[in-house]
């Protein structure tokens, strides 16, 4: 099981998307999910509608990400704007980076992301039961918003159908993890680790949960 931290490791709130976090999620060998917007022409890292110039860029994001890259994880960028193809796509191939996806962009931005190649994730939640442009995803973020609907069977057919998936832990939505982590340990043992992730805001403790007999 890949662990993704979730806009970073932090270790209080105020810290979520920041250098500092980010930082640390590479330097413990995570990878993250982090939100990807434009500003003025450019790209930056910012969950919600960038204010200020204090935001990271993303040639600074992946500069970063560069100086630990025998060591990090995957990055899962998620795509808060649209139109953002050229530059993204431009930067990654800029500082060679290869071991990303795309998610969450609307269906007409996630199509334009397919048409030039990029490695897209498509969603399934209780909201989106038929995930969009699913034979053409390289994988699935399955998100539980309301309630923990995941199993394991949910998670072996998307494996089955050669699919990498990304699990995204209760907590990030208000609810307590440890029956759902529970629940999946058993796939999370079968399954070949670059095929299954989860997002969670405890990578540290998930950790040591899924790597543990």
Request: charge should be negative; include cysteine; glycine fraction near 8%.
């Given at each position: ?5 979730h ?72 795509i808060?704007?649209?139109?953002l ?16 996806f ?97 997002c ?14």
């Amino acid at each position: 099981m890949a662990i993704l931290a979730h806009r970073g490791f932090w270790t209080e709130p105020a810290e979520k998307n920041s250098r500092e976090a980010l930082e640390r999620a590479f330097r413990e060998g995570f990878g993250i999910e982090t939100d990807i917007r434009d500003r003025n022409g450019g790209l930056v890292v910012s969950h919600d509608p960038p204010v200020g110039d204090s935001l990271m860029t993303v040639d600074e994001l992946l500069d970063l990400y560069g100086r630990y890259a025998s060591q990090a994880g995957t990055l899962a960028l998620n795509i808060k704007a649209d139109g953002l193809q050229g530059p993204l796509l431009d930067a990654l191939a800029r500082h060679g980076v290869d071991d990303w996806f795309v998610f969450d962009m609307a269906v007409p931005d996630g199509i334009l992301y397919l048409r030039r190649g990029a490695v897209a994730y498509t969603r399934q939640s209780e909201y989106e039961r038929e995930p969009s442009f699913y034979e053409r995803a390289a994988g699935v973020w399955l998100d539980a918003f309301e309630s923990d609907w995941i199993d394991a069977a949910v998670i072996e057919r998307h494996l089955a159908a050669g699919k990498r998936v990304a699990l995204v832990s209760p907590e990030l939505h208000g609810r307590p993890h440890a029956a759902a982590w529970e629940s999946w340990k058993a796939v999370a043992t079968r399954a070949e680790p670059c095929m299954l992730a989860l997002c969670t805001d405890f990578p540290d403790k998930a950790r040591e949960f899924f790597d543990a007999p």
